[in-house]
């Protein structure tokens, strides 16, 4: 794979995970009960994060990384306060959105790691793959209890 290929791939992820940096931001601020809000900002936190890693590795391999997500990322975020909004700020609605996007990202990163990547790189979307699984599941394990709670 060439650098051009990788650093396509990474900028592919960047706008992935900007966008769900922004989602997971608007969901916690819609949701009401502190340790999902928690759990939502900390998920949007390992985006940012994520994104910082893999613009740095664009530049290491002399490329040039996106900065943001998508247009079209805005207009699902403002669809989601309103849609928030209309069902009375119902955790249920919101996590359904989360979960969609979060299956956006999985097969995001899924993809990305049957690319030929250098091993460095293989070994950083390994590791972000990882934490976007283990903050699903947490996610959805908190769905489960809120769920049962109710």
Do not use: C
């Not at 601020?29 to 590795?57: G, K, P, T």
């Not at 899924?110 to 699903?136: C, K």
């Amino acid at each position: 794979m060439s650098n051009l290929d990788t650093i396509t791939l990474l900028n592919r992820l960047i706008v992935t995970t900007k966008n769900g940096e922004a989602a997971l931001r608007a969901a916690a601020s819609e949701v009401h009960h502190a340790e999902l809000q928690e759990s939502l900002e900390e998920y949007s936190r390992f985006f940012a994060d994520a994104a910082r890693e893999l613009q740095a590795s664009v530049e290491a391999l002399g490329g040039k990384p996106k900065g943001s997500g998508t247009f079209d990322n805005t207009l699902h975020r403002t669809w989601l306060h309103i849609k928030a909004s209309a069902y009375g700020r119902d955790e249920a609605v919101i996590l359904d959105t989360v979960e969609a996007d979060e299956q956006e990202a999985d097969a995001r990163y899924s993809d990305a790691l049957t690319w030929s990547t250098p091993p460095e790189i293989h070994a950083l979307l390994e590791r972000q793959y990882e934490g976007t699984h283990q903050r699903h599941d947490h996610i959805r394990q908190l769905r489960q209890q809120l769920e049962h709670a109710a």
